[in-house]
């Protein structure tokens, strides 16, 4: 059964970092997207960063230069260092996979449902 467990949330204050980390379990697969989503109150989920197997990255613009989704293989854990964190920042983020999506553009965008999630890390940035 494959599991997901982030962790590195917490409060900031704008132009801090945080470095999030999803431990996985499980999970076998050698073709995959992964990445991490987030979803503020009032909000739809949205996606943050994804990757691949081979190690390409997608961005959503507004994080752009500032966020870097990494992936250690040997550790089975995706991680997200996140710079400059601004007050629009602030949501709860999940991270997600599943061996179905083959391109990380489409897996960023929930062009359809993704199978497998973590229970969320919480990211709070104050001004």
């Known amino acids: 059964q494959v599991q997901l467990v982030e962790s590195g949330g917490g409060s900031v204050q704008s132009g801090g970092s945080l470095r999030l980390s999803c431990s996985v379990f499980?999970?076998?697969?050698?073709?995959?997207?992964m990445g991490w989503f987030r979803q503020a109150p009032g909000k739809e989920r949205e996606g943050v960063a994804a990757?691949?197997?081979?190690?390409?990255?997608s961005y959503a613009d507004s994080v752009k230069g500032r966020f870097t989704i990494s992936q250690d293989n040997a550790k089975n854990t995706l991680y997200l260092q996140m710079n400059s964190l601004k007050p629009e920042d602030t949501a709860m983020y999940y991270c997600?996979?599943?061996?179905?999506?083959?391109?990380?553009?489409?897996?960023?965008?929930?062009?359809?449902?993704?199978?497998?999630w973590g229970q969320g890390t919480q990211v709070t940035v104050s001004s």
């Open positions: 997600a996979t599943d061996p179905r999506y083959t391109n990380r553009h489409l897996f960023r965008l929930l062009v359809t449902p993704i199978n497998y």
């Open positions: 499980g999970y076998t697969y050698d073709n995959y997207c």
């Open positions: 990757i691949d197997s081979n190690g390409s990255t």
